[in-house]
């Protein structure tokens, strides 16, 4: 019998491809969109078993769509969830499962080097209701511990860090959130299911922006947290009352672009292992952050818990803020932007817009230099990638 949905022997290659798919009467191979705000009923009954819930099915896409469904479907098997929420945005994925799971009075523990809007949601919005978060350094588990008190209900950790690549150690942060009884949500960005999988290493949520490599072609916004059915049950109830549903229309670019996740990622990972071996030799570079180099504080414990070590890199170059700024400015090729997880290679300097609005304080402790650029490595030549970066890099060390 063919059973086009899933299989729980399929491995991640086969079900980025195959899962999630309920195909129609139609008989279409590839995934179809439902571009519609609401469904029709054959009676009034059943309009009233729909709207009552004593019957599934669709009734209106702000929280029922066949092509989200899909997306949803298919993200919670590579992830290894009982099920999946997708939303508008993976910030709104953050608030989603915070409005969900923590009332005023509770606290976060948070690790420091978090996506920039992601510290502004913690503590301008939800400080604003009660809910406060302390900060901690990713790998210090005992900072972690300390961190926690009674009122903890949630552990949030993006690992490896932006865009120092710093990596928590997803097991251990699971028994201490246990210990707790806090729930442990893993940003798996970065990684994506292809590498990491953080349920499988104990996480309670998994929560994506789907705008990054799930998609990896920069072209939708959009996000998703992924977990056990009883806690999605009331990230669900979140976006149905809420509203910030992701539109069929992006689930469907985002399905399709999960049909290359696999490959992409493995290249991505080529790619910028070669290409920070490549700047970590490099004269005007003083040092190189990647956990794919044997030299990375973690490692070892990148190569245990990550079948890869992703594409994002920060580099120091000499001179400072004047000798980064030189090596942005003299590239041809790559896109200056703030943004990642695209097959276009992307440079960035952290310090004056990621990072930009921490104190210098905050930014010295997050180990954002005036020297620190990122790279989010694509897949374009990497010989046409070096020669766009030397040109500055060379530039640097005629002065
Ligand atoms: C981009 C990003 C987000 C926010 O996602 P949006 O889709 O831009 O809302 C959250 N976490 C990480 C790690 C990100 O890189």
């Not at 978090?114 to 900060?135: A, C």
């Not at 700047?279 to 490692?299: E, T």
């Amino acid at each position: 019998m063919h059973d086009d949905n899933y299989s729980d022997e399929w491995s991640l290659e086969t079900l980025a491809i195959r899962a999630g798919h309920e195909r129609t009467f139609e008989q279409e191979h590839s995934e179809p969109i439902f571009p519609t705000s609401s469904f029709v009923y054959g009676s009034a009954a059943e309009a009233a078993r729909k709207f009552g819930g004593k019957e599934s099915g669709n009734v209106y896409s702000r929280f029922t769509n066949p092509t989200v469904h899909t997306f949803e479907r298919r993200l919670a098997a590579l992830e290894g969830g009982e099920r999946c929420v997708a939303t508008s945005s993976g910030m709104s994925a953050i608030l989603a499962t915070v409005l969900a799971l923590l009332s005023a009075g509770d606290e976060i523990v948070a690790s420091r080097s978090l996506f920039g809007s992601t510290v502004s949601l913690f503590d301008k919005y939800f400080g604003k209701f009660g809910i406060t978060t302390r900060y901690v350094e990713l790998s210090d588990l005992d900072a972690w511990e300390a961190a926690i008190t009674p009122k903890t209900r949630l552990l949030f950790a993006e690992t490896p860090s932006n865009p120092l690549s710093e990596v928590a150690d997803i097991k251990a942060l699971s028994a201490l959130a246990k210990r707790n009884d806090a729930w442990l949500a893993i940003d798996n960005c970065f990684l994506t299911p292809a590498l990491q999988q953080p349920i499988a290493l104990g996480a309670d949520l998994v929560i994506h922006s789907a705008t990054k490599y799930l998609d990896g072609q920069g072209r939708a916004v959009g996000g998703a947290v992924v977990g056990k059915h009883d806690v999605l049950e009331e990230v669900f109830g979140v976006v149905r009352t809420c509203g910030p549903c992701m539109s069929p229309f992006n689930a469907w670019i985002f399905t399709k672009g999960l049909e290359t996740l696999s490959l992409r990622m493995k290249a991505h990972c080529e790619q910028a292992l070669t290409l920070a071996q490549w700047l970590d030799a490099h004269p005007a570079v003083s040092k190189v952050y990647y956990s794919g180099l044997v030299d990375h504080p973690q490692h070892g414990l990148a190569k245990q818990q990550q079948d890869g070590f992703g594409a994002v890199l920060g580099f120091e170059v000499i001179f400072g803020q004047e000798g980064a700024w030189q090596v942005i400015d003299a590239t041809r090729m790559l896109s200056i932007t703030g943004n990642l997880g695209d097959v276009k290679t992307t440079i960035t300097h952290p310090a004056t817009t990621t990072h930009g609005r921490l104190s210098d304080a905050q930014r010295a402790a997050a180990g954002i230099t005036p020297g620190l650029v990122r790279v989010a490595v694509g897949l374009e030549s990497q010989r046409d990638i070096q020669t766009d970066l030397a040109r500055g890099l060379d530039a640097l060390l005629k002065g």
